[in-house]
C-alpha cells in the first residue's frame, strides 16, 4: 500500500502545513531524475546527488504503527543511503508518529539540523502593506533562461556546488514550465538582475509557499516580503484562501509581518556517515 497521510486527520489549518507540504515532495517525482520511494507508513525522495539539501533527499513525515517499525524503517533508510553515499533529511511535523520520533532518529546516527516554524494564513488577513524597493519587480518562471537564473539564486543562497546546481536544474527543467502545473516558481529581479526566488505549491484549496531566498546583497531592503507578497496575490487570485509554509529561524519575522501566524514546530534530523564517507 502506497504511503499518504490518514484523510482524518487533514482537515485542521495545522495539518494542511503537513499535507501540502508532502504532496509538493510527492511531486517531484514527476521528475525521471528523482524517486518517490513510497511504503505503508513512510514516503522518501531520494536522488543520487549527494549534497546536503532537503530538496535532494528528504523524509517529509512517517507515520510508524510501533517503535520496532520505526526502527526497522529507520534501519533500511541508513542502509539505502549509506549505498548511495548520500545525506538524508527528515522532517518530524504535526502528522508525524510516533510525535517523539527524533529519539528513534537520534538512536540510529541522525543529528536535529534545524527547527523550523509551520505557519498559515487566511488571504483574507495577508497584509499587503510590505514596501516594494525600486526597481524590483517580480515574474513567474516561465524560460529556461529564467530558470537557471532562478537556480542561480538558490545555489547561491544554499552554498551549492557547481555540480550540485546543475543536478538541480535537470530537475527543475524536467517538471516543466506551463502555466496549469500546481507547482509555480517565481523570480524577482533587481534593476535587472535576479536577486530572489519562491515558489507555490497548489494542492486543494491551500497554497503552499517554498523556497524564498534572497542573495546576500539583495537581503535587508525588504525584498523577501515583496517577493512573497506577489506570489501570494497571485494565488489569491487563482482562488486560494489559505497559504502554508515552514520557516525557518530566519524567515519567521518576513512572514509575520505579512500575517502569517505560528501553528506548529517542526524538527529537522539529518544523517550523514561521516565516517564512512572519510574513511
Known amino acids: 500500500m502506497p504511503y499518504k497521510i490518514p484523510t482524518s486527520i487533514e482537515s485542521t489549518p495545522?495539518?494542511?502545513?503537513?499535507v501540502n507540504f508532502v504532496a509538493r515532495i510527492a511531486y517531484f517525482g514527476r521528475s525521471p531524475y528523482v524517486d518517490i520511494l513510497r511504503e505503508e507508513e513512510l514516503m522518501r525522495?531520494?536522488?543520487?546527488?549527494?549534497?546536503?539539501?532537503?530538496?535532494f533527499n528528504v523524509v517529509p513525515t512517517a507515520n510508524f504503527s510501533s517503535p520496532e517499525s520505526a526502527h526497522a524503517h529507520?534501519?533500511?533508510?541508513?542502509?539505502?543511503?549509506?549505498?548511495?553515499n548520500t545525506t538524508l533529511f527528515w522532517s518530524v511535523g504535526p502528522t508525524t508518529t510516533p510525535i517523539d520520533l527524533g529519539y528513534y532518529l537520534e538512536a540510529h546516527g541522525f543529528e536535529q539540523a534545524m527547527i523550523?516554524?509551520?505557519?498559515?494564513?487566511?488571504?483574507?488577513?495577508?497584509?499587503?502593506?510590505a514596501s516594494v524597493p525600486s526597481g524590483f519587480t517580480v515574474e513567474r518562471v516561465t524560460s529556461k533562461a529564467r530558470l537557471r537564473q532562478f537556480?542561480?539564486?538558490?545555489?547561491?543562497?544554499?552554498?551549492?556546488?557547481?555540480?550540485?546546481?546543475?543536478?538541480?536544474?535537470?530537475?527543475?527543467?524536467?517538471?516543466?514550465?506551463?502555466?496549469y502545473l500546481?507547482?509555480?516558481?517565481?523570480?524577482?529581479?533587481?534593476h535587472g538582475q535576479p536577486v530572489a526566488t519562491t515558489t507555490l505549491f497548489f494542492d486543494g484549496d491551500v497554497v503552499g509557499i517554498y523556497h524564498v531566498a534572497t542573495i546576500p546583497e539583495a537581503r535587508g531592503y525588504g525584498i523577501a516580503s515583496a517577493m512573497s507578497l506577489a506570489a501570494?496575490?497571485?494565488?489569491?487570485?487563482?482562488?486560494?484562501?489559505?497559504?502554508?509554509?515552514?520557516?525557518?529561524?530566519?524567515g519567521l519575522p518576513v512572514y509575520r509581518r505579512l500575517g502569517f501566524q505560528p501553528r506548529?514546530?517542526?524538527?529537522v534530523y539529518m544523517w550523514a556517515d561521516w565516517d564512512n564517507r572519510n574513511g
Not at 74 to 84: E, N
Not at 121 to 128: P, V
Not at 264 to 267: C, L, Q
Request: proline share 3%; glycine share 6%; net charge neutral.
Open 45 to 55: 525522495l531520494r536522488t543520487n546527488i549527494t549534497f546536503p539539501h532537503y530538496m
Open 74 to 84: 529507520i534501519c533500511r533508510v541508513t542502509q539505502d543511503i549509506r549505498a548511495h
Open 182 to 190: 500546481p507547482r509555480q516558481r517565481y523570480i524577482g529581479m533587481w
Open 116 to 129: 523550523c516554524i509551520g505557519m498559515t494564513i487566511d488571504m483574507g488577513l495577508l497584509n499587503e502593506d
Open 151 to 179: 537556480i542561480d539564486v538558490l545555489a547561491e543562497n544554499s552554498h551549492m556546488s557547481r555540480t550540485a546546481a546543475g543536478d538541480l536544474y535537470k530537475i527543475e527543467e524536467s517538471l516543466g514550465f506551463h502555466h
Open 14 to 18: 495545522i495539518t494542511k502545513i503537513d
Open 232 to 250: 501570494l496575490q497571485d494565488a489569491r487570485l487563482w482562488g486560494r484562501h489559505q497559504a502554508t509554509l515552514i520557516a525557518t529561524p530566519q
Open 264 to 267: 506548529f514546530e517542526y524538527k
